[in-house]
């Protein structure tokens, strides 16, 4: 398995490795428990998404689609009522 990702947090982890799944890549995020040892270890890069050595420039060329994404605005409420 070869690392391709560093999530900033535990929630980002699990939005790649969902986006993964859904075109059948399987994904193993990594570093999870590290989460509690911030004061004791580096605070950056302890999460990793890791994919199999074969599915690396997929999983790669999909993560690049998601960072590409344009937010959507958030709708006024005045539209609701």
């Given amino acids: ?48 998404v890791n994919v199999p050595d074969e599915y690396q420039q997929l999983a790669l060329s999909i993560i690049e689609q998601y960072e590409q994404a344009t937010p959507i605005a958030p709708m006024d409420t005045k539209d609701c009522e």
Avoid: F
């Fill in 1 to 48: 398995m070869i690392r391709i990702y560093s999530p900033r947090d535990i929630t980002e982890a699990y939005l790649i490795k969902g986006l993964l799944e859904q075109d059948n890549i399987p994904v193993h995020v990594t570093g999870l428990y590290l989460q509690g040892g911030i004061g004791e270890l580096p605070v950056s890069d302890l999460l990793g």
